[in-house]
């Protein structure tokens, strides 16, 4: 597939358009002019709804927290589209797919396509709350802009309420606390976290967070906004906020595909080619369903980017996506918690080893099955988190000892935590965001990348969730004494 034979014999670039210019479709991009660095096989437009260059949205609850300005998270400089030979429309929206003219619309213009992929994410769900209504004291959480806002009136000594005690909550919640707001999560449930982690975790994280600064209401929901004052809560309780920050769960953005007609369950259904159930449809990330791939994280969007430009340019028709195992990892400071496999089960045909420290902010859980790691919980742990991670991840048999691997005491022979990178085997992965090895970096180091600014070029290890960094330090360090 090195092009299309045009009318007069001669073969041309296929016009490949992307629609959303997010994490998904910005990786996307990259991807395929790394493959094709000449736009000879594949012509490129990137259509984006947003008025920014892309950026790093994982890293805005960083933002919020004061760890990063807006400018440190973007993914592309100002001349990426010249130079990646782009043709890129910033605030340009599609509104509408044509299939039968093979045809998108935007405001400004129509564009033609051999090939389409939906990158358009996925979109806040406000829950529908009397006097709820997004605007400078509500905001719910996905944007830049959204960040900015948040940010603005979050000032110390503001009252702010946080609807939802999921990830995206948590992370907001944690960070305005420590820009000194006055915090209250309202949370449905009974314990945080609920979808992640088991009771006796959530109960464990609470306190921890309580110790932080924030405030918790459970299972309450907002009745209603009064706007100035605050929220009025099912129960007849009241909080106070100058700002609600809307952390309630994303629903995949569908519309384009749905009014077009392709096969939409929860996302756009797609199979390991990445095609819709229009095969000259593709679609990735957040507003794609895969039966492998875990729903809202970068890691599957960007392995899944990988695939598809392997396809699109030729460079790889045998590729597929096969899914993702992720391990779920709340980012706020003075927090450390990772959630894998199995984390909620309870011990039906299986052995559970729990450790329970809530003065200690610490909670363990290990969920073996025929001598290997299925699930797991590791919060304020975070030795252990690096053994039991790397148990899971390559299918080790679990060390007699269980109560040691759950401390983080237990190394067994080929596994090592972040502190020793000379003993880690080569598989071991170092960034998860980016699917990136030791080996990799080995490799990388050994190819003339030799420092770790110069690894993170050239494997864009650390430039996901960022949490890989101080590894990606060890390893180089490592590296660099031999
Ligand atoms: C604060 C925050 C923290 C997060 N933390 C983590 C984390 O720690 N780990 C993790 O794995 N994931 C995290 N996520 C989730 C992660 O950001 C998403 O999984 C990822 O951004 C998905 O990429 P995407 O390109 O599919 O969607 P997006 O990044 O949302 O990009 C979609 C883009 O498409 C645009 N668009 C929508 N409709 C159209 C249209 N019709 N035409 C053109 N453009 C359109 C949107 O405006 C947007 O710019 C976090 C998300 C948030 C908000």
Same mark, same amino acid.
């Given at each position: ?13 296929r ?13 996307l ?62 605030g ?49 959480f996905?944007t ?5 806002r948040?940010?603005d ?7 702010v ?19 000194g ?15 992640q982690?088991?009771a ?34 099912? /129960? ?19 519309g384009?595909a ?22 000259r ?18 890691q ?26 992720a ?34 902010g ?18 304020g742990?975070p /030795? ?14 679990v ?5 040691a ?34 080996g990799?970096?080995? /490799?990388?180091?050994?190819g003339g990348?030799? /420092? ?31």
């Amino acid at each position: 597939m090195r092009g299309f034979a045009g009318e007069g014999g001669h073969v041309s670039a296929r016009h490949v358009v992307i629609a959303g210019y997010g994490m998904a479709g910005a990786r996307l991009a990259d991807e395929i002019r790394r493959r094709d660095p000449e736009a000879e096989r594949v012509r490129l437009t990137v259509l984006g709804a947003e008025a920014h260059p892309a950026y790093n949205r994982v890293l805005l609850s960083t933002v919020v927290a004061g760890g990063l300005s807006p400018e440190a998270v973007r993914l592309h400089d100002d001349e990426w589209a010249a130079r990646a030979k782009v043709e890129l429309r910033l605030g340009a929206p599609v509104t509408g797919l044509d299939r039968s003219l093979r045809r998108v619309e935007t405001a400004t213009g129509s564009y033609t396509y051999d090939a389409l992929v939906l990158a358009t994410g996925a979109s806040p769900w406000l829950p529908p709350v009397e006097g709820l209504e997004p605007g400078p004291e509500v905001v719910a959480f996905r944007t830049l802009d959204d960040c900015r806002r948040i940010v603005d009136v979050a000032r110390p000594g503001a009252p702010v309420a946080v609807l939802g005690g999921g990830l995206l909550g948590l992370e907001a919640a944690r960070g305005l606390a420590g820009r000194g707001a006055n915090v209250t999560v309202v949370h449905p449930s009974v314990h945080l976290l609920e979808r992640q982690v088991d009771a006796a975790a959530g109960r464990v994280l609470a306190r921890r967070l309580t110790g932080l600064g924030v405030s918790f209401r459970f299972e309450v929901t907002a009745a209603r906004h009064l706007p100035g004052d605050g929220l009025k809560l099912d /129960d007849g309780s009241f909080v106070p906020a100058d700002l609600v920050v809307v952390a309630a769960g994303v629903r995949p953005e569908t519309g384009l595909a749905e009014a077009a007609g392709l096969a939409v369950d929860r996302g756009i259904l797609v199979d390991d080619l990445l095609r819709s159930s229009d095969g000259r449809i593709h679609a990735l990330g957040d507003c794609a369903q895969h039966e492998g791939a875990p729903a809202g994280l970068v890691q599957p969007a960007w392995e899944q980017a990988a695939v598809l430009a392997d396809l699109l340019t030729g460079s790889d028709p045998a590729a597929r996506y096969r899914g993702t195992a992720a391990v779920t990892r709340l980012k706020a400071r003075d927090i450390d918690l990772a959630a894998l496999g199995e984390a909620q089960a309870t011990g039906e045909g299986a052995e559970v080893l729990t450790l329970d420290d809530p003065s200690g902010g610490r909670y363990g859980k290990l969920v073996v099955r025929e001598n290997r790691v299925t699930g797991a919980i590791l919060l304020g742990l975070p /030795d252990a988190a690096a053994t039991v991670t790397q148990l899971h991840d390559r299918g080790i048999p679990v060390p007699d000892d269980r109560l040691a691997v759950l401390l983080g005491r237990a190394l067994p022979a080929d596994t090592a935590t972040a502190a020793s990178p000379a003993e880690l085997p080569s598989s071991a992965l170092i960034c998860r965001c980016n699917t990136v090895t030791k080996g990799r970096l080995v /490799d990388a180091w050994r190819g003339g990348a030799t /420092d770790a600014t110069a690894l993170v070029r050239t494997t864009r290890a650390t430039t996901g969730c960022g949490s890989c960094r101080d590894t990606v330090g060890a390893v180089a360090d490592w590296l660099a004494a031999q």
